[in-house]
């Protein structure tokens, strides 16, 4: 195996480790998927049927954009739940990897009208990068693809109306690190408004200034977190690496 493969799949194999850690996952259910180094069409996901505290990088399978397996193991995978993936990757090659997530409160924010509120710094973060999919049923029908990438754009996260909520990035580290945000902004939402006191909004000016902020020092921050995380996943999870 290349050594960025391999790379590429201690990194995953991290995420769904930390996803676990935080309490973000859904049984076996939804997807972290990530592009093989070096190709366009293969992409390592989870063995169906692991909880994500099992995953480890030799499990991850690899399949292509119609959800095959591509190469021998042991392991099935469940090509309905990849596509919302491969209708990211096939249409936004910046997406090395794509998260998807169905935690109790960023369904609870997908089903609010108002969506993400200006509410908190961490909301305010995300800014101008969050978009929203309307939800169409269960991910079965591959004629959804083109809407959601649509409505996507060139965004980095998004919530995806009464499902829950997807992040991308150029490696595994960024786009785990937006999908920390996008959780907490969701759960300090769900927090605040749990409180049914009058709300306070920042000023126009003061959220499109932290969104600047936040930009200006994303690639220290991201530089700064990962290994941190990873020191988490070595010191409790050292079995990820097999």
């Given at each position: 195996m290349?050594?960025d493969e391999?790379q590429?799949r201690?990194?995953?194999?991290a995420a769904?480790?930390?996803v676990?850690h935080f309490?973000w996952?859904?049984?076996i259910?939804?997807?972290?998927?990530a592009?093989?180094?070096?190709?366009?069409d293969?992409f390592l996901?989870?063995?169906?049927?692991?909880?994500?505290?099992?995953?480890?990088?030799?499990?991850l399978?690899?399949?292509?954009?119609?959800?095959?397996v591509v190469e021998?193991?042991?392991?099935?995978?469940n090509p309905a739940g990849?596509?919302?993936?491969?209708?990211?990757?096939?249409?936004?090659h910046?997406?090395?990897?794509v998260m998807?997530?169905?935690?109790?409160?960023?369904?609870?924010v997908?089903?609010?009208?108002?969506?993400l509120?200006?509410l908190?710094?961490t909301a305010?973060i995300?800014g101008?990068?969050l978009?929203y999919h309307?939800y169409?049923?269960?991910a079965?029908?591959?004629d959804e693809?083109?809407?959601?990438?649509?409505?996507l754009?060139?965004?980095?996260?998004?919530?995806?109306?009464?499902h829950?909520t997807?992040?991308l990035?150029?490696?595994v580290?960024?786009?785990?690190?937006t999908?920390y945000f996008l959780e907490r902004?969701?759960?300090?939402q769900i927090?605040?408004?749990a409180?049914a006191a009058p709300?306070?909004?920042?000023q126009?000016s003061?959220?499109k200034?932290?969104?600047q902020?936040?930009?200006?020092?994303?690639?220290m921050?991201d530089?700064l977190?990962?290994?941190?995380l990873?020191?988490?996943?070595?010191?409790?999870y050292p079995?990820?690496?097999?």
């Open positions: 290349a050594p391999w590429t201690l990194d995953l194999a769904y480790r930390l676990s309490g996952d859904d049984l259910f939804t997807h972290l998927s592009r093989v180094p070096g190709t366009d293969h996901i989870n063995p169906y049927g692991l909880l994500f505290s099992e995953i480890t990088a030799s499990s399978v690899k399949i292509n954009l119609d959800g095959t021998p193991t042991p392991y099935i995978v990849f596509t919302i993936h491969s209708a990211v990757h096939a249409t936004r910046d997406a090395v990897c998807h997530l169905h935690t109790i409160n960023g369904v609870a997908s089903a609010q009208a108002g969506g509120l200006p908190n710094q305010l995300l101008g990068e978009a309307d169409e049923g269960i079965f029908n591959l693809r083109p809407r959601l990438v649509a409505d754009a060139d965004k980095s996260a998004m919530i995806l109306r009464n829950g997807l992040t990035g150029p490696t580290s960024s786009a785990f690190i999908m902004a969701c759960a300090t927090a605040t408004l409180g709300l306070h909004y920042p126009d003061v959220q200034l932290v969104h902020q936040a930009q200006a020092t994303k690639g921050v530089g977190l990962w290994p941190t990873l020191r988490l996943v070595e010191a409790k079995d990820y690496k097999t």
